[in-house]
């Protein structure tokens, strides 16, 4: 993982610029394409790409075992919220992972089950992205404590250059893409998720996402896919940004378009406009 730190968010845009530059060189005269770039925004540069399941136990999970807890909800889930899910028992779910080399999707009602948990506050081995830096922004800006300088948000890419490669005995990080029925706030904050796993023996274990960067960090200009970077901005430029990200209509209201975020965003308008102040 490479980590830059800058001095201010037009810095930021440059840095983006810079990256699909360097995207363009690696792919020149190739023939084939690249994946696109992921963005997540965290309110403290010390915080780690760490999942919501990460910080609710600090147990080695493996993904059955995850499919058990996530489904032992399930009906209450249905019951207040009358929404059904067609998803497998744990034992089926279990079966249909043995002979699987290199997990490509966990079969689109079971993706959707999990994100739709992970969007309303149930611990998740999803880490959530979006298809926008400015997005990214506003999460990393949005609640910043006292004690944090700076703030980051982490840029994932895929893959260039061809296709994947992975070693089921290694860290490596799966992508679920933005098509899903889940919430509207899925399509407000353009997301997408990824997931990190390894197999030992016959079992998939969840990981931590920056474990897959361990090979890269040496050489991360040569590498060709689970490239990530980190780019730490300073707390102090929130003011700017936010003023930059509301003449993109990116705010509270437009991302979750609830009671709650409006107050939020009127509040956050008047603090911009000094409102306060003589």
Not at 8 to 20: H, P, T
Not at 68 to 96: C, G, H, M, N, Q
Not at 162 to 183: E, Q
């Amino acid at each position: 993982m490479q980590e830059l730190t800058l001095n201010s968010w037009e810095e930021f845009v440059d840095a983006l610029l810079q990256l699909d530059g360097c995207s363009e060189n690696l792919t020149k005269g190739s023939g084939s394409g690249v994946t696109e770039y992921y963005y997540r925004g965290q309110s403290d540069s010390k915080w780690e790409l760490d999942t919501t399941l990460e910080r609710f136990i600090n147990n080695k999970v493996s993904l059955n075992k995850y499919y058990k807890f996530a489904r032992s909800v399930k009906s209450r889930v249905e019951t207040f919220t009358e929404k059904l899910w067609d998803i497998p028992e744990p034992y089926e779910f279990r079966e249909e992972l043995k002979n699987k080399t290199f997990i490509t999707f966990l079969g689109m009602p079971v993706y959707q089950y999990f994100a739709y948990l992970r969007h309303h506050g149930f611990p998740s081995p999803l880490l959530d992205w979006t298809e926008s830096p400015y997005v990214a922004l506003f999460f990393a800006f949005r609640n910043i404590k006292p004690s944090a300088r700076y703030v980051s948000v982490y840029v994932y890419q895929e893959f260039v250059a061809g296709a994947k490669v992975t070693s089921s005995n290694k860290p490596h990080i799966i992508t679920f893409g933005p098509t899903a029925t889940i919430h509207r706030r899925h399509f407000l904050q353009q997301s997408v998720y990824t997931m990190c796993m390894i197999k030992e023996d016959d079992t998939y274990y969840l990981a931590n996402h920056e474990d897959v960067n361990v090979d890269n960090a040496k050489k991360h200009e040569a590498a060709r896919q689970d490239l990530i970077w980190k780019f730490n901005l300073p707390s102090t430029e929130q003011n700017k940004v936010f003023q930059e990200l509301n003449k993109m209509n990116i705010n509270a209201y437009s991302l979750f378009t609830t009671v709650d975020s409006l107050m939020e965003t009127a509040a956050r308008e008047a603090k911009i406009h000094r409102f306060f102040e003589n």
